[in-house]
């Protein structure tokens, strides 16, 4: 299966914009390109894209995502981000959210 990079950006939910912006910051390898020139995208990239967005949503930033995505990411690194989790789940209970955070 092979998809355009809007096709792509469709699927993951996420903009063109931003996959170009993951292409300079090296998180998403360049992919091979059709006979005219246009990008192609498989199933590995996609996979790699909600991987990538996953990570935001926790919070990580961007200048650790190639790491972790590319699962050559230090424990440290894991470590950090459960206790920034589990600091912000606290906040949200304590704010008063309790019906939303379990």
Sequence with gaps: MAWSTRELAELAGTT???????HRLGL???PSRRYNGY?????RDLVCL???RRLTDLG???????EVA???SSPEALRQLDAD?????????????R???T
Aim: hydrophobic share 35%; no cysteine; charged share 25%.
């Design 99 to 101: 019906g939303h955070v």
């Design 70 to 72: 590319r699962g050559d």
């Design 28 to 30: 998403l390898d360049e």
């Design 60 to 66: 990580m930033p961007l200048a650790q995502i190639g």
């Design 85 to 97: 989790l589990a600091t912000r789940i606290e906040h949200l209970r304590s704010t008063g959210d």
């Design 16 to 22: 063109v914009n931003t996959i170009r912006h993951y």
């Design 50 to 52: 909600l991987r990538i």
């Design 39 to 43: 990008k192609q995208y498989g199933v």
